[in-house]
């Protein structure tokens, strides 16, 4: 947990997309689910809002002081279940991992033109293949479960 001004906070609330420049009172490397409740309670605790960041892909809306945000970007588990043809993906895990993992076992993902752009946040905006798209619909439609 690093707050403004202490080593680290700047690398930690960097981002790819630099229109948009984080300032939260908190942020939080997470690497486990039970970091990132602890990080809510804490939040909750202390009358700030929470706001999420992988890889700042996105235009997100900047975390200004009265924020705890979480960086997921420790979060890289992936598990293929070749029988099911399904991915468990951490929340941190980038395409370039996922499909990696998938066509190991002659599967592949949805991917969008980026290998660097967060499975997660993809989704979560529904998620458009302009390789597969068209015969696969969106990403977001094949999603299955979501641990919150
Ligand atoms: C070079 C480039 C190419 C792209 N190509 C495509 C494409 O082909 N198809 C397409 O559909 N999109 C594409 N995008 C858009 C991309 O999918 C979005 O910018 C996406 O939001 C990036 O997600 P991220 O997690 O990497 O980024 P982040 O900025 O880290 O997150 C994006 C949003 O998701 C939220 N979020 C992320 N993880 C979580 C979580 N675990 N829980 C809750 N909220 C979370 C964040 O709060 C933020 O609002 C592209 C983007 C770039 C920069």
Redesign the pocket.
């Known amino acids: 947990m690093l707050t403004a001004g202490t080593e680290g906070y700047d690398e930690e609330t960097a981002?790819?997309?630099l229109a948009?420049a984080h300032h939260p009172a908190v942020v939080v490397g997470a690497t486990s689910a039970a970091d990132v409740s602890e990080a809510v309670r804490f939040a909750g605790r202390h009358g700030l809002n929470v706001?999420?960041?992988?890889?700042?892909?996105?235009?997100?809306?900047p975390a200004t002081d009265d924020t705890l945000l979480i960086t997921?970007r420790r979060m890289s588990d992936v598990a293929i279940d070749p029988e099911r043809k399904t991915a468990r993906v951490a929340?941190g895990v980038?395409f370039q991992q996922l499909v990696e993992a998938a066509t190991a076992h002659g599967l592949a993902p949805l991917?969008?033109?980026?290998p660097?752009?967060?499975?997660?946040?993809?989704t979560?905006?529904?998620?458009?293949?302009?390789t597969m798209g068209r015969a696969y619909g969106w990403?977001c439609d094949h999603v299955t479960a979501i641990e919150v």
Not at 51 to 61: F, Q, Y
Not at 111 to 114: I, L
Not at 116 to 122: K, L, S
């Open positions: 981002v790819f997309n948009v706001a999420v960041l992988n890889t700042g892909h996105g235009p997100s809306v997921t929340a980038r991917p969008g033109s980026s660097g752009v967060g499975v997660i946040g993809y979560l905006g529904g998620g458009v293949s302009s990403a």
